[in-house]
């Protein structure tokens, strides 16, 4: 089973605390998914975020419903969490989200080990399209935390 990598760090120009307590709300999953990937909170909110914490969710990969459940297997306010699939599209889901103070704000990082299934033909199906529709999906991400979390006037202005 091969295992690729992606990180991503981004500058947010708020509290650790204001930028964790974020991430922290299960329900803010869906502001930062991109619509195209139709993802929907299946789980009943609010979801207790902690050690052990499940969730479930419904998307749409190339028009296709699928069902995935995740589980936090660690739970560290304001420093950071882990999630990995349970069940889902990927025979391999890790995503480590850290946030460390920087400057004025937080860098926040994000590392995904995944892995998909079915041997050669995950491979082929990860250098045609998965590896792309990842880096949309973040890119997007991206985006939408910069829109969320705006940088002060004279920062914009630098």
């Known amino acids: 089973m091969k295992i690729h990598v992606l990180e991503r760090e981004q500058w947010i120009p708020a509290t650790r605390e204001r930028v964790f307590a974020f991430f922290a ?3 803010n999953l869906e502001t930062l998914t991109p619509p195209w ?10 979801i207790a975020m902690r050690d052990d914490a499940r969730i479930e969710y419904r998307i749409r990969l190339a028009g296709v ?6 589980r936090i297997v660690r739970w560290d306010p304001p420093l950071g969490f882990v999630d990995v699939q349970e069940s889902g599209p990927y025979a391999l889901w890790e995503h480590t989200h850290r946030f460390e103070p920087c400057g004025d704000g937080v860098r926040m990082t994000d590392v995904v080990r995944y892995a998909l299934p079915l041997g050669p033909l995950g491979g082929v199906a990860h250098a045609l399209a998965v590896r792309a529709a990842l880096a949309a999906i973040f890119d997007y991400r991206f985006a939408r935390i910069r829109t969320l979390f705006p940088a002060a006037a004279h920062e914009l202005a630098a």
Do not use: E, H, M, V
């Open 65 to 70: 419903p699928l069902r995935w459940r995740t």
């Open 25 to 27: 709300d299960a329900a």
């Open 37 to 46: 990937l139709g993802f929907r909170i299946l789980t009943p909110l609010p």
